[in-house]
């Protein structure tokens, strides 16, 4: 039995429609072979995914011939959590290396990750994503001037790509000068 074996009763397998999540679910129909009717595969779609993850969640579901199930997540803690991914001792290289042997793989820049602008992605990623995708970036700007609130306690979307945009591109050149914690100190 391989830390991949489905576990007893219903199984909900929350795909992400990332790398290290459409490896797992690789992984689980490996150890499975079809999956039974008491396993669901979901994709809580946030509405807030890069294009490219939507079109990948896709992909996955057509070329490994299982059903996803889209949904809109709701925080409901009827079910008890199984993590195979922790269990087996997969890393951050063993998911890329599995990516690299497909014939296909998510289109969104490793490091971007799928939510285009999560508040817990950190300040340099925020920041090249600025720089990338200003139009998607600003979405995240204007629900913080429509709320009234930050994402975030020490930034926000605004001021980031305020300084983004006075910053011109040789900001990219060294992830360092993103570092901050909070009033201004380095932690690298």
Not at 91 to 109: C, E, I, N, Y
Request: aromatic share 12%; net charge negative; glycine share 8%.
């Amino acid at each position: 039995m391989t830390p991949y074996t489905l576990p007893d009763g219903n199984v909900l397998v929350s795909f992400s429609g990332g790398r290290t999540s459409g490896y797992m679910l690789h992984e689980i129909l490996q150890a499975n072979g079809d999956l039974p009717s008491r396993c669901k595969v979901t994709f809580a779609n946030t509405g807030r995914e890069m294009p490219e993850t939507l079109d990948f969640v896709q992909e996955v579901s057509e070329r490994w011939a299982v059903p996803v199930t889209w949904l809109e997540y709701r925080k409901d803690k009827r079910w008890q959590n199984w993590f195979p991914l922790a269990n087996a001792g997969a890393d951050l290289q063993t998911v890329m290396d599995f990516w690299k042997a497909q014939s296909f793989d998510l289109r969104v820049m490793p490091g971007l990750g799928n939510c285009d602008g999560c508040f817990l992605k950190s300040e340099a990623t925020l920041a090249a994503a600025w720089r990338e995708h200003p139009d998607r970036m600003q979405w995240w700007a204007d629900m913080e001037h429509r709320t009234n609130g930050a994402f975030h306690k020490t930034r926000t979307y605004a001021e980031l790509g305020s300084f983004v945009s006075r910053q011109g591109d040789w900001i990219f050149d060294d992830e360092n000068f993103l570092c901050q914690a909070d009033d201004g100190e380095c932690t690298a």
